[in-house]
């Protein structure tokens, strides 16, 4: 059974400009990240996909630690909240860990399965203007 190595951002329901990140592993990477974090939306979902589950937690170990040296929102090992002047960084990171072969849907909200998820990365403008608050 395939494995994937998937890193979700949210936006936050406040008036801060604050993102959120998570970074996990699954064989459903979709379902894994819908309704988790109360305060936040999700928006965009990055896969890596068709990993065996020992590559896809080295991964994800691998992404984490590096996000956490970012910036240390305490909790959970696999959720981060972080300031929006660090977003750019977190999603190089991300593209730099997660490589080109990655898939993304965006709008990942709206989406309950795989179907439409397209090859590679969007440019950081294109993602950044659903997480900065004006």
């Not at 939306?41 to 996000?67: G, M, T, Y």
């Not at 977190?90 to 860990?97: P, Q």
Request: charged letters at 25%; glycine letters at 6%; proline letters at 2%.
């Amino acid at each position: 059974m395939y494995y994937q190595t998937y890193s979700a951002l949210y936006t936050v329901r406040t008036e801060l400009s604050w993102f959120g990140a998570k970074v996990g592993h699954s064989r459903n990477s979709i379902k894994r990240v819908n309704g988790f974090m109360s305060n936040m939306d999700l928006q965009d979902l990055f896969v890596l996909p068709d990993l065996c589950k020992n590559e896809a937690r080295r991964i994800e170990d691998s992404i984490n630690k590096a996000l956490t040296e970012i910036f240390n929102s305490g909790g959970s090992s696999e959720f981060h909240v972080m300031e929006i002047k660090h977003f750019n960084e977190v999603v190089k990171l991300l593209r730099n860990r997660l490589g080109k072969d990655v898939k993304y849907q965006p709008n990942a909200y709206a989406v309950s399965n795989d179907v439409l998820f397209l090859d590679g990365w969007p440019h950081i403008r294109t993602l950044k203007r659903n997480y900065a608050k004006v």
